[in-house]
C-alpha cells in the first residue's frame, strides 16, 4: 500500500551542522533528536580529514557541531588554548600531515594514532596570529578565484553557444 510521503521540517535555529573533510558542512541534524551516540564538538575546533584528503586540516567556527566518521575534531588542551591559532595551526601543519598519511595509492588514511604522536613547534602567539591573517587571506582569494573561474567560463559558454546558434 502507498503511503503519502511524510515532510520533516527542521527549524534551522535549532540543528547542528555536520562536517565530513572539507569546511563545508555536509548537512545538517535536528539537535532534539541526535542519537546519543553522536557527539557534539564545541568550535572552534580543527577537523582532521582521515580518509579522501587524509591530513588535511580545516578550522571550523561554529559553536558547536558534529564530525561524521570520516574525519575527527581536535582542540587544544585548556592549558595550551591562549598559546595556539587554529587558523595559523590548521594552515601550517595542513600539508606536513597530508604527507604523513597511511598510504599515496588509493584512499590514504590518517588516524587518530598518527596524530597523537606528532611533534609540533609552536611559535609565539604573536607570529601566529599574524601569519593566520595571512592564511586567511589567502583562503578568500581561493574563493574569489574559484568564483571568477566560474563566472568566466559561464560567460565563455554563452558567447560560443550564441555563436553557434547565430547563421
Given at each position: 500500500?502507498l503511503?503519502?510521503?511524510t515532510t520533516?521540517?527542521l ?9 565530513s ?8 541534524l535536528?539537535?532534539n533528536?541526535?542519537?546519543d ?6 568550535g572552534?575546533?580543527?577537523v582532521v580529514a582521515?580518509?579522501g584528503?587524509a591530513?588535511?586540516l580545516?578550522v571550523?567556527?561554529?559553536a558547536?557541531?558534529?564530525v561524521h566518521e570520516?574525519?575527527?575534531p581536535?582542540?587544544p588542551?585548556e592549558?595550551?588554548e591562549q598559546?595556539?591559532?587554529l ?13 604523513d ?10 588516524p587518530?594514532v598518527?596524530?597523537?604522536n ?7 602567539r604573536?607570529f601566529q ?18 568564483s571568477?573561474k566560474?563566472y ?5 559558454d554563452?558567447?560560443v553557444?550564441a555563436s553557434l546558434?547565430?547563421?
Open positions: 500500500m503511503t503519502k510521503p520533516i521540517e527549524n534551522p535555529r535549532n540543528t547542528v551542522p555536520v562536517y573533510t572539507s569546511d563545508v558542512a555536509i548537512g545538517s535536528d539537535r533528536k541526535l542519537p551516540s553522536f557527539n557534539l564538538v564545541d572552534p575546533a580543527i582521515r580518509k584528503y591530513g588535511r580545516y571550523i567556527e561554529d558547536q557541531f558534529i570520516d574525519a575527527y581536535i582542540r588542551k592549558d595550551y598559546h595556539i591559532n587558523w595559523w595551526f590548521a594552515g601550517h601543519y595542513s600539508a606536513e600531515f597530508q604527507a598519511r597511511t598510504s599515496f595509492w588509493g584512499i590514504g588514511d590518517f587518530r598518527r596524530f597523537r606528532k611533534v609540533v613547534m609552536l611559535p609565539s604573536d596570529d599574524k601569519v593566520a591573517q595571512l592564511y586567511r587571506r589567502r583562503s578568500s582569494l581561493i574563493v574569489q578565484i574559484e571568477s566560474d568566466f567560463y559561464s560567460s565563455v554563452s558567447v553557444k546558434e547565430s547563421p
